[in-house]
């Protein structure tokens, strides 16, 4: 995994928000979202592999990262609102956008509500539907093992559920990385990412309204959000794309890079913005 790239802040709303941003101001413009409990660094082998042809950002949503935590609940309508105000602070008109997870839910939201403002978009390792009342139980039993047994034991829990079985020989580096960033996450925004997630709205009934071009990515082996939840929502969406990568799970980007970046490019020059 490749380090960090210039860990730039900025102000949008009420908080201070980190992002790494590389490649020319004059180039299209591609933002990267991460998934729970992660940040922008799980993103730093893309913004590599764009940067030049592309202006590539990651940013740590609210809480996560070094981006503060605010003083307001999480709701991914406020990370959407987040995400809208740091492109007008940048100045960025319209962007491709692409989500994975955690950052797939608000990409949704922010397409179907928002969709004069990208231009391209690609799901990544998420799905359209909220929380079963089973999911919204068991989000509530994380937040309380979270206070009696600490972060680390969420790491240990999660873990064998982002990567694939192979990983854990192949992807030491990423694992290791991963770990770190949930073990630094504080509880304040773990707590409240977990009600964000349990609280979200489905998206699925307005799939067949998005009309810009769209990739939909997802590990062969992921258990989160698997290849059938992926072409529910290939189906539904008129002229999208679907990849199942293989070799990887629910962080795809992060366990089979070549793969990944290898359809993220393509569907990106099929786009000709450059």
Known sequence: MKNAINNLTIKVNDIIVSYNDTGSKE?????????????????????ESLKDNYRAIAYDIRGHGESDLGAIDFSIDLFVNDLLGFMDVLKIKKAIICGLSMGGYITLNAIENYSDRFTAVILSDTNCTSDSLEAKEKRMNTIISIKENGVEKLAY?????????ESFKTNSEEISAVKQMIVTTTIPSLNNSLHALANRKETCGKLASIKVPLLILVGKEDKITP???????????KDSFLQVIPHAGHLSNMENEREFNKHLNNFLNDLKLI
């Open 227 to 237: 290849p059938k939840a992926a072409s529910a929502m290939h189906e539904k969406i």
């Open 157 to 165: 829990d999660l873990l064998p559920n982002l990567f694939a079985p």
């Open 27 to 47: 180039a299209p413009v591609i933002i990267f979202i991460h998934g729970f409990p992660l940040n922008k660094s799980m993103w730093n082998n893309q913004l």
